[in-house]
């Protein structure tokens, strides 16, 4: 089996990557260190050392194989995990009629990846938006990132939305919620400053490539804003109830780095600070 180690390291505003491959065939070390098998020894000693020793290395990634999910450590440089992903064997859930729906055999169904507020069936539902089915998935090589646009609605008590922008050591979770494509142009019409995406990399906790998906992304990110305590309590809850236990960690991470006060799930529900807010009503 091939193991392949990737060391990123960051300087000069370019990003550096050195790829190593490693055989996992035995090797045998004479007492005076001759052979190959101790050349491979002393690499991957050095290699590992340079790991734990070398304080620009920002990112160290083991993938086994071809795998695009594995279970990997990616941190970035204020310590918080950019990319929680399913162990191998991790199985697919499929909730089916998650949010009280029956599907409609007269009705045409698409899939959206939601990673939102959204993901809250509360959220749908003030929509009248009722799922067929639900599964988590993720999309590899994409960060989540809070901010707008001059064609996003905000306001004093919402600064900021959530986005997907691509970038190389991250990923992000959410829900593929399969919904009528009455009920997809309805959201697009909630969704001002985002355009709705066809998207191909969207995979399932059990490493299964979703196919065609839709996903809403920002037309244009410009300027990055702390999000209000409300929606990311919203996404941090969700999460924590339907997703990668450790996505959640991360996602909790990322929001505390950006100044959020920690969010309580039952707490803050009881106090009314999560309640769903549909776009329109701040239009």
């Known amino acids: 089996k091939l193991f392949r180690l990737r060391l990123h390291r960051s300087h000069d505003s370019r990003d550096h990557y050195y790829y190593y491959y490693i055989s996992s065939f035995p090797m045998q070390i004479t007492p005076t260190g001759s052979g190959s098998g101790a050349f491979v020894s002393i690499v991957l000693l050095a290699l590992l050392h340079s790991v ?56 045409d169904y698409e899939r959206i990846f939601v990673y939102g507020g959204n993901m809250d069936c509360k959220s749908l539902s003030m929509l009248g938006i009722l799922p067929a089915s639900s599964f988590p998935a993720v999309v ?47 959201i697009e019409k909630e969704k001002d400053g985002y355009k709705l995406m066809k998207f191909k990399g969207i995979r399932t906790y059990g490493n299964r490539n979703v196919g065609r998906g839709n996903i809403f992304m920002m037309k244009k990110f410009e300027t990055a804003a702390v999000p209000s305590f409300r929606f990311a309590g919203l996404m941090y809850c969700a999460a924590k109830e339907w997703l990668l236990e450790g996505y959640a960690d991360q996602l909790a991470c990322q929001l505390q780095d950006l100044g959020v006060p920690s969010i309580d799930c039952v707490r803050d529900s009881k106090r009314g600070l999560l309640r769903p807010l549909k776009m329109s009503c701040l239009k």
């Open 140 to 186: 590899p090589g994409f960060c989540l990132r809070f901010g707008y646009s001059k064609d996003t609605v905000t306001t004093d008590s919402e600064p900021a939305w959530n986005d997907l922008v691509p970038c190389d050591r991250g990923c992000v979770h959410g829900l593929v919620y399969e919904v009528t494509k009455d009920d997809l142009k309805l």
């Open 52 to 107: 734990h020793c070398h304080s620009d290395v920002s990112d160290a990634v083991l993938h086994y194989g071809s795998d695009s999910l594995t279970e990997a450590v990616r941190v970035n440089e204020t310590g918080c995990v950019t990319c929680a992903l399913p162990p191998r064997g991790t199985p697919d859930v499929m909730r089916i009629d998650p949010c009280g729906s029956l599907r409609r055999s007269d009705k």
